[in-house]
């Protein structure tokens, strides 16, 4: 019931009326644009919200003095009010009707919208293209003749800019490299962002020093027992410097993600050694601001596989003795390793062993990210594909194997369907 934003404002809630694909479904995207004769081309709709009727038209606006017709000010009208027709840009339904105008108008360009597992991606099968929309940004993807006869179509309905190669997406510049086996690739820059995040703490800590740090973690022997009870002097502005680093870490910076939710969890009783944690975590943030992440497709789509990292820090928090989830999503290939998605959750209930959080944490990645990303991947290539799970833990792969272990009869019922789902699937 208290409920804040990230300027610390109550939270106003709206209905969702739309659904922008996800980061992970961007990646897949780009991903099979770097496949060899493949490329990646974006475009922005032209004022899309507008773009879309409103279907129900019982919205009254008045409009600007300046735009009123002479005749309006002959009458001596004062506040005339009008009938809106169009999706204008605040409106609660705007994005979801154009979301829909979008939808129907790539449709009728012959696209399929994969909308069970990823909402705004559609596969236009008669030219192998994949074509994937964050609100008014739009990215396609496929065989490179192919790409300007898609714009050609999608021009005729909706008004988009001209489309370019790829650039900046969602703040985050693409640029290429060539990797140390000569495979051209690309990566992930967001170096401008990183420092405007640095720059936010300095803006609410004040003039503090900001020292080289290799790691994200604050030492243990920093934090004092008792100063988790003192109030820490960031508390009213956390919420916004964390929420800065997440959009970070969750497009480019996987390597901040585990720090930066550990601390969103504690919003509610931030403490000093919270203001420690959060220091440490923007020292290691200006440390690496070169830091890129690289990536790479240079194989024929017959020899590309996916792989699932997964792993678990048994009993991690110091309060709860709740295990934290790690995963991390790639294709794969000989010449090929480009990450698609990268986790990291606290677990809902506290597991009693390594072998019961690791098989927690493999059975999230595998539904949340995994079995998605793999549906999406063999409508792609056009045949079934095979995943690979990286798993060190000997007793976790035998008792997934079996779906059942004598030790672990103990489990709660939502951990029992975990494991009998996840060796189902396996």
Same mark, same amino acid.
């Given at each position: 019931?208290?409920?804040?934003?990230?300027?610390?404002?109550?939270?106003?809630?709206?209905?969702?009326?739309?659904?922008?694909?996800?980061?992970?479904?961007?990646?897949?995207?780009?991903?099979?644009?770097?496949?060899?004769?493949?490329?990646?081309?974006?475009?922005?709709?032209?004022?899309?919200?507008?773009?879309?009727?409103?279907?129900?038209?019982?919205?009254?606006?008045?409009?600007?003095?300046?735009?009123?017709?002479?005749?309006?000010?002959?009458?001596?009208?004062?506040?005339?009010?009008?009938?809106?027709?169009?999706?204008?840009?605040?409106?609660?339904?705007?994005?979801?009707?154009?979301?829909?105008?979008?939808?129907?108008?790539?449709?009728?360009?012959?696209?399929?919208?994969?909308?069970?597992?990823? &909402?705004?991606?559609?596969?236009?099968?008669?030219? #192998? *293209?994949? %074509?994937?929309?964050?609100?008014?940004?739009? =990215? @396609?993807?496929?065989?490179?003749?192919?790409?300007?006869?898609?714009?050609?179509?999608?021009?005729?309905?909706?008004?988009?800019?001209?489309?370019?190669?790829?650039?900046?997406?969602?703040?985050?510049?693409?640029?290429?490299?060539?990797?140390?086996?000569?495979?051209?690739?690309?990566?992930?820059?967001?170096?401008?962002?990183?420092?405007?995040?640095?720059?936010?703490?300095?803006?609410?800590?004040?003039?503090?020093?900001?020292?080289?740090?290799?790691?994200?973690?604050?030492?243990?022997?920093?934090?004092?027992?008792?100063?988790?009870?003192?109030?820490?002097?960031?508390? &009213?502005?956390?919420c916004g410097v964390?929420?800065? #680093? *997440?959009? %970070?870490?969750?497009?480019?910076?996987?390597? =901040? @993600?585990?720090?930066?939710?550990?601390?969103?969890?504690?919003?509610?009783?931030?403490?000093?050694?919270?203001?420690?944690?959060?220091?440490?975590?923007?020292?290691?943030?200006?440390?690496?601001?070169?830091?890129?992440?690289?990536?790479?497709?240079?194989?024929?789509?017959?020899?590309?596989?996916?792989?699932?990292?997964?792993?678990?820090?048994?009993?991690?928090?110091?309060?709860?003795a709740k295990t934290?989830?790690?995963?991390?999503?790639?294709?794969?290939?000989?010449?090929?390793?480009?990450?698609?998605?990268?986790?990291?959750?606290?677990?809902?209930?506290?597991?009693?062993?390594?072998?019961?959080?690791?098989?927690?944490?493999?059975?999230?990645?595998?539904?949340?990210?995994?079995?998605?990303? @793999?549906?999406?991947?063999?409508?792609?290539?056009?045949?079934?594909?095979?995943?690979?799970?990286?798993?060190?833990?000997?007793?976790?792969?035998?008792?997934?194997?079996?779906?059942?272990?004598?030790?672990?009869?103990?489990?709660?019922?939502?951990?029992?369907?975990?494991l009998a789902s996840?060796?189902?699937?396996?």
């Open positions: 019931d208290n409920a804040k934003d990230a300027e610390g404002n109550l939270a106003v809630y709206q209905s969702l009326s739309a659904n922008p694909t996800s980061i992970a479904s961007a990646a897949s995207n780009l991903a099979y644009g770097l496949i060899p004769g493949h490329a990646t081309s974006q475009a922005d709709a032209i004022k899309a919200y507008i773009q879309a009727d409103l279907k129900h038209k019982n919205t009254w606006v008045s409009l600007p003095r300046e735009l009123w017709p002479a005749s309006w000010i002959a009458k001596g009208y004062k506040r005339p009010m009008v009938r809106l027709c169009k999706a204008l840009y605040g409106h609660p339904e705007a994005a979801g009707l154009w979301e829909r105008h979008l939808t129907q108008a790539v449709e009728k360009c012959g696209g399929e919208e994969l909308k069970a597992e990823h &909402p705004s991606s559609f596969w236009i099968k008669d030219l #192998g *293209l994949l %074509l994937t929309a964050y609100v008014d940004d739009l =990215l @396609l993807s496929g065989p490179a003749q192919n790409i300007p006869k898609f714009w050609a179509r999608l021009r005729k309905l909706v008004s988009i800019e001209d489309p370019a190669p790829l650039g900046r997406f969602l703040g985050r510049e693409h640029p290429e490299v060539i990797m140390p086996n000569g495979v051209k690739g690309k990566c992930y820059d967001m170096e401008d962002y990183c420092q405007q995040f640095v720059d936010k703490y300095l803006a609410v800590a004040g003039p503090v020093k900001l020292k080289e740090a290799s790691t994200p973690f604050c030492p243990d022997a920093q934090l004092v027992t008792s100063d988790y009870e003192v109030k820490g002097h960031l508390a &009213p502005n956390a964390l929420m800065k #680093g *997440l959009w %970070l870490a969750r497009l480019a910076r996987p390597d =901040l @993600l585990r720090p930066i939710t550990e601390l969103a969890a504690h919003l509610a009783d931030w403490s000093v050694n919270h203001d420690r944690m959060l220091h440490r975590l923007v020292c290691y943030a200006k440390s690496t601001l070169h830091l890129r992440l690289c990536m790479y497709v240079g194989d024929k789509p017959e020899d590309l596989s996916l792989r699932l990292y997964a792993d678990a820090d048994f009993a991690g928090c110091n309060f709860t934290t989830t790690g995963g991390y999503l790639c294709l794969v290939g000989p010449k090929t390793f480009y990450p698609l998605a990268w986790i990291s959750k606290r677990q809902t209930s506290v597991s009693r062993s390594t072998t019961e959080a690791e098989v927690v944490a493999l059975a999230h990645c595998t539904f949340t990210e995994t079995i998605p990303t @793999l549906s999406l991947w063999e409508r792609l290539l056009g045949r079934d594909v095979q995943v690979a799970y990286m798993e060190d833990n000997q007793a976790t792969i035998k008792v997934v194997q079996a779906g059942f272990s004598q030790k672990l009869r103990h489990i709660l019922r939502t951990h029992k369907v975990n996840l060796s189902e699937v396996i």
